[in-house]
Nanobody, 119 residues
Framework: QVQLVESGGGLVQAGGSLRLSCAAS????????MNWYRQAPGKQRELVAT?????KYADSVKGRFTISRDNAKNTVYLQMNSLKPEDTAVYYC???????????????WGQGTQVTVSS
């Protein structure tokens, strides 16, 4: 059973920093893209950052957030600096994973972690 487990959310003041982690566990053959999404109350879920061989960011977080991954640990990170109140949301980890028992890739989601930025 493959699963994604996130950690690192919390409450921080504007201008502060947080680091989110997401570890994939289970019988994994390979992982393709790893992504971070977020969903604020009353808004649609949006892609924040993605990492394959390259990284891409939403315009709203460029220069403030950094996505990275440790392939040996099947873990993706999101370093969030200069946080703003508008960054408040539930952050979700997402990854395209090929389980050892499957031929193709499956889209997996973490349970989400709350990030709250106070002004």
């Amino acid at each position: 059973q493959v699963q994604l487990v996130e950690s690192g959310g919390g409450l921080v003041q504007a201008g502060g920093s947080l680091r989110l982690s997401c570890a994939a566990s289970g019988s994994i053959f390979s992982i393709n893209a790893m992504n971070w999404y977020r969903q604020a109350p009353g808004k649609q879920r949006e892609l924040v950052a993605t990492i394959t061989g390259v990284t891409k960011y939403a315009d709203s977080v460029k220069g403030r957030f950094t996505i990275s991954r440790d392939n040996a640990k099947n873990t993706v990170y999101l370093q969030m600096n200069s946080l703003k109140p508008e960054d408040t949301a539930v952050y979700y980890c997402n990854a395209q994973i090929r389980p050892s028992s499957q031929v193709g890739f499956i889209n997996y989601w973490g349970q989400g972690t709350q990030v709250t930025v106070s002004s």
